[in-house]
């Protein structure tokens, strides 16, 4: 909550997934100033930033900041090892498609970026429920990286720490697609899949088309991905 | 310390500069296995990256990672942009060369890359007496980090944390230097300087430069950088 007159400055992490989107929509719903910044990070699904720069422009953030950072030259992930299979069925315990500290590396350019630019917020999807077992997706996460951040800058130093938002956390992706469409969010223009094709039409079946289109259903509204 | 008979996998935070070198020579001293890390992120003394090389040679590291991440695209900083002076006289509070969330962007990839490679330990030379009053150069931030990254991956998850080590925290820069020269460390081959030329000579005058002499003055020891 803003409590003084100034808008919150709050950078957004936007991958061009349906839960950034609804970030976004939810952030400039609370009248924040919304700057955006997405990651081209050797994902398979670059299908994912092209979706992130439309969203960006239909929101009108006042800023998209894209970071070139090749996770490909970590790997270790399905998402950014062309030598592990992005799986088509659900597995057992943290699945293969967990990218090694994913949303410390995220989180921790975009505390950068806030910093120079005087924003009090980051607003991230980061999700518990559907959260595909990713241990970088749990409030006890969140709550450490925030300590750790509030020690981090010189922002924080000063008596202006930069506060971690994350509106879906407790939402299921039903939940979080109810909350979009209050918000006027048309997901269509979103890409959640983990192959998606240079197009932009999704597999239909890896873990993040599985939990989407389960959403899409219990929400019971019409799915308007484009499937391959 | 290491209480088994496999030795630690330590990935070692490489900047070329004169406390990653001593950080180095301290791990190679414990018996890690030991694995470099460095950025090219924009950095104004890209004589650093080839000291870095340079280093990891001589050490024998197992493997040296160069990660291009330019932080440029950030800006906020006399290191990575070129419209902020870097100063040549000591400065109240924090200076103008600290680069927002620089240590926590570093220290987040190295802690994916450590996962990947399985190993137990980060290395870090964070240093908390001669720090020029970088806030995530103390030992609170590094506490901070370590809880942090304890939540943040598969490996702690799965009972096989990644424990950072900072050797160097609370050393003068006297003593750094002590310390290197009783593990055999050449000194003349790290660049410490904000503004190094492109053939590793240091300017002088910069909070690096005056840090790094009067440690050698100190520590009643010649100074070998090279100097324009």
């Given at each position: 909550?803003?409590?003084?007159?100034?808008?919150?400055?709050?950078?957004?992490?936007?991958?061009?997934g349906?839960?950034?989107?609804?970030?976004l929509?939810?952030?400039?719903?609370?009248?924040?100033?919304?700057?955006?910044?997405?990651?081209?990070?050797?994902?398979?699904?670059?299908?994912?930033?092209?979706?992130?720069?439309?969203?960006?422009?239909?929101?009108?953030?006042?800023?998209?900041k894209?970071?070139?950072?090749?996770?490909?030259l970590?790997?270790g992930?399905?998402?950014?090892?062309?030598?592990?299979?992005?799986?088509?069925?659900?597995?057992?315990?943290?699945?293969?498609?967990y990218?090694?500290?994913?949303?410390?590396?995220?989180?921790?350019?975009?505390?950068?970026?806030?910093?120079?630019?005087?924003?009090?917020?980051?607003?991230?999807?980061?999700?518990?429920?559907?959260?595909?077992?990713?241990?970088?997706?749990?409030?006890?996460?969140?709550?450490?990286?925030?300590?750790?951040?509030?020690?981090?800058?010189?922002?924080?130093?000063?008596?202006?720490?930069?506060?971690?938002?994350?509106?879906?956390?407790?939402?299921?992706?039903?939940?979080?697609?109810?909350?979009?469409?209050?918000?006027?969010?048309?997901?269509?223009?979103?890409?959640?899949c983990?192959?998606?094709?240079?197009?932009?039409?999704?597999?239909?079946q890896?873990?993040?088309?599985?939990?989407?289109?389960?959403?899409?259903?219990?929400?019971?509204?019409?799915?308007?991905?484009?499937?391959?």
């Amino acid at each position: 909550m803003n409590d003084s007159n100034t808008p919150s400055k709050a950078v957004i992490l936007l991958s061009g997934g349906l839960d950034s989107l609804t970030c976004l929509a939810v952030a400039k719903a609370k009248g924040y100033d919304c700057y955006a910044i997405s990651f081209s990070y050797g994902q398979r699904h670059n299908a994912e930033i092209q979706a992130a720069i439309n969203i960006a422009k239909i929101y009108g953030v006042k800023e998209h900041k894209i970071i070139p950072l090749d996770l490909k030259l970590i790997g270790g992930s399905a998402l950014t090892d062309n030598d592990i299979a992005v799986p088509t069925a659900p597995q057992e315990g943290i699945p293969v498609t967990y990218v090694p500290a994913r949303n410390t590396i995220l989180l921790s350019i975009a505390l950068g970026w806030a910093e120079v630019l005087e924003a009090n917020k980051i607003v991230a999807g980061v999700n518990a429920v559907d959260y595909s077992g990713y241990p970088d997706c749990r409030p006890e996460y969140i709550e450490a990286f925030q300590k750790m951040a509030n020690l981090a800058t010189k922002s924080a130093v000063e008596g202006a720490p930069i506060t971690i938002e994350t509106p879906l956390i407790y939402l299921s992706k039903a939940d979080i697609i109810r909350k979009g469409l209050t918000l006027g969010v048309d997901y269509s223009i979103s890409v959640s899949c983990y192959q998606a094709t240079a197009e932009g039409e999704a597999c239909g079946q890896c873990d993040s088309c599985r939990l989407r289109k389960q959403g899409f259903e219990l929400a019971g509204i019409a799915d308007q991905t484009r499937y391959i």
